[in-house]
């Protein structure tokens, strides 16, 4: 059959096995058929066909220049929702680090005493008050935040790419009700913290190096060393505590956050405060429960270090420093962790809920200027 370029032509052919629709009357619209932006219709003819008609009429109707400037919310629902959300994770999470890094300074210091002075003098333990003396003595102010560039350079993909994944699993480990059980957050939770660890760990290697060992003034230093002294493998030592650490840590911190969340009445979930509250719960239990094997892979990344696997390690923190040696540098940890935590989870938390209502504004302007092109057509 010929056809000039503006005839269009349907061919269909019998599909064994499939049952038409036994109707008289007009095309019958499938109101459960979830594509936002086409509809099928059934026909008596015997065959079925999706119409496109939707898509091309709701951009017709989308906002003007003008309306998205008198409602600047609309704006946000033009940016890909990933993409918002990926970006609310990494703003999240550089601010929330950067905030707390003379913290983090201090737990390091903690943490790494035993290995960096010897075996002979670690049973003299580093405490949270002498931390901040000797920084602030022997590298002033600016001392607190040595190694926070390169930290702040691995959490922003770190933490876009965590809360981002969380999502993502989240939506894999559904069930076939649409509900997510415990059980899947905390995989949901567990999978994410690995994600993100073994595609940032080298920059977490090279942050606790900077931060620690006298000498190194940048990030490069300290790469071409350890390549040259010590192989690319140095780039990944504690790999495997980290990533045995990192998931129940995030699986109960993400999924505590969640649950206590979803069980606050409708009106207090959404609320800033809200997320603050929970996320300080969370992951002070998130701490408690994993807060040893952070030290073990501290102390396995430290040149030198003594130990070659997690039980070596863990026995031989027991042996120098009993059960206190496990929890070395808990309290600037937790000091850290909590605002740290609550930061990021309610910045991110916010942001999901700006995109919602820009999406529900946007979409509010569009039915309002489909209703005005439907009243003028009736006139």
């Not at 019998?14 to 499938?30: R, Y």
């Not at 940016?79 to 707390?100: M, Y």
């Not at 042996?319 to 962790?337: C, H, M, S, T």
């Amino acid at each position: 059959m010929k056809s000039n370029r503006n005839q269009a032509i349907v061919t269909y052919r019998a599909i064994p096995g499939l049952e038409t629709c036994n109707v008289t009357s007009s095309p019958i619209e499938m109101a459960n058929f979830k594509h936002p932006h086409s509809k099928p219709k059934c026909f008596n003819y015997g065959f079925a066909c999706l119409s496109m008609a939707a898509k091309k009429e709701e951009r017709e109707f989308e906002p003007t220049t003008t309306q998205l400037l008198e409602h600047p919310l609309a704006l946000l629902a033009l940016v890909p929702r990933d993409a918002a959300l990926f970006a609310a994770g990494a703003i999240a999470g550089a601010a929330a680090k950067t905030f707390t890094a003379p913290l983090d300074r201090i737990k390091l210091l903690m943490q790494t005493h035993g290995v960096r002075v010897g075996q002979e003098s670690a049973k003299k333990a580093m405490g949270f008050l002498e931390a901040i003396t000797v920084i602030g003595k022997e590298e002033g102010v600016r001392g607190y935040w040595k190694g926070n560039l390169p930290q702040v350079i691995r959490i922003i993909p770190y933490s876009a790419v965590q809360l981002f994944a969380y999502e993502s699993y989240k939506k894999l480990f559904r069930g076939k009700d649409e509900e997510l059980s415990v059980l899947g957050r905390l995989a949901a939770g567990a999978c994410a913290g690995m994600t993100s660890t073994l595609v940032t760990y080298p920059l977490d290697v090279l942050r606790l190096r900077l931060a620690v060992e006298p000498g190194y003034r940048t990030m490069s230093q300290i790469a071409l060393s350890m390549l040259r002294e010590e192989g690319i493998a140095s780039f990944y030592n504690g790999l495997g505590p980290s990533l045995i650490g990192i998931a129940p840590y995030i699986a109960v911190n993400f999924c505590v956050f969640d649950l206590v969340k979803k069980s606050l009445p409708e009106k207090y979930q959404n609320r800033p405060e809200t997320s603050l509250v929970t996320a300080l719960v969370s992951a002070t239990l998130a701490t408690l429960t994993c807060y040893p094997l952070d030290t073990i892979r501290r102390q396995m990344q430290m040149r030198g270090t003594p130990y070659n696997s997690v039980l070596d390690a863990f026995s031989g923190i027991l042996e120098r420093d009993g059960w206190v040696g496990l929890y070395r540098g808990f309290v600037p940890n937790a000091l850290k962790n909590l605002p740290n935590s609550s930061i990021r989870l309610t910045a991110f938390d916010t942001v999901k809920s700006l995109v919602a209502a820009s999406e529900k504004e946007f979409q509010s302007i569009v039915e309002g200027n489909r209703k005005e092109a439907k009243a003028s057509s009736v006139h």
